[in-house]
């Protein structure tokens, strides 16, 4: 093994560290789903899109689609078993309307899934056309997923407040970005390479509306806080008791 394969296969496993952070990050609000019976306002959106990403990125690292992409395979493989394992979770925690609608959007991923496998692996015989198809549908899955916390940037510019874009996420997706980048890099991929510097860019965006506006946020919250005391002393004060004004 040469010293790039080995460089490679390092920057592979940290990002496969990183990477599985980030797909076990929702676990808290799935203990929450378990114990309240029922997924209430949750989305499974984000959910079945990363699941359709780790597929398609699954059938990319398969030796007979991209040779030498063990560490490909390993992450995403891992990441459709824990995203199949959220989409269980609404399967069972959900309405009956809802669960029927989950259970109609995974039926469509698992077709779309098992026609591209067939038809990259019948209809191109050389493992270069077979990357280029897959790859290229894995590009604009990955960039789908990376764009995804656009909305909640938007929110961040609106409010002036980092409340809801937690900074372990950003710091992740930043490392993620940054790891699977290199990796593509050594021996270089543009398949991997496009969607994770895209990737990157975003998280570096979100980084800096974080520092922009961490301040901000903790103003706001304090306000709420200072409102809410002063909200409650009223009500002590207005409890059949006179207040005496201090001079």
């Known amino acids: 093994m040469t010293t790039t394969d080995i460089a490679r296969t390092v920057v592979g496993i940290i990002g496969n560290i990183i990477s599985g952070f980030l797909f076990l990050s929702p676990m808290p609000t799935f203990v929450a789903i378990c114990k309240r019976g029922s997924v209430e306002q949750y989305s499974p959106a984000p959910y079945l899109a990363t699941l359709v990403n780790c597929m398609v990125w699954t059938l990319y690292g398969l030796p007979m689609v991209h040779p030498h992409s063990l560490l490909v395979v390993t992450i995403n493989g891992s990441g459709c078993v824990i995203e199949l394992i959220y989409v269980t979770l609404f399967l069972i925690y959900s309405d009956h309307g809802k669960r029927v609608k989950v259970f109609l959007l995974l039926l469509l991923e698992l077709i779309f899934i098992i026609a ?3 038809i990259t692996l019948t209809l191109a015989h050389t493992t270069k056309k077979r990357s280029a198809i897959v790859g290229t549908i894995c590009i604009v899955f990955n960039i789908m997923m990376y764009a995804s ?8 510019i609106t409010t002036k407040s980092v409340e809801y874009m937690p900074l372990f996420i950003s710091i992740a997706s930043f490392g993620n970005g940054v790891a699977w980048t290199t990796y593509a890099l050594i021996r270089f991929d543009p398949f991997i390479t ?4 895209i990737g990157t860019l975003f998280a570096v ?22 409102n809410i005391e002063m909200d409650l002393s009223q009500v002590v004060g207005n409890d059949g008791q006179e207040t005496k004004p201090s001079y």
């Open 116 to 118: 591209l496998t067939a």
């Open 194 to 197: 496009v969607p994770n510097g």
């Open 149 to 156: 916390p656009l909305a909640v940037m938007k929110l961040v």
């Open 205 to 226: 965006a979100q980084l800096i509306l974080y520092a922009n506006y961490y301040k901000s946020t903790k103003r706001q919250i304090a306000a709420r806080k200072g």
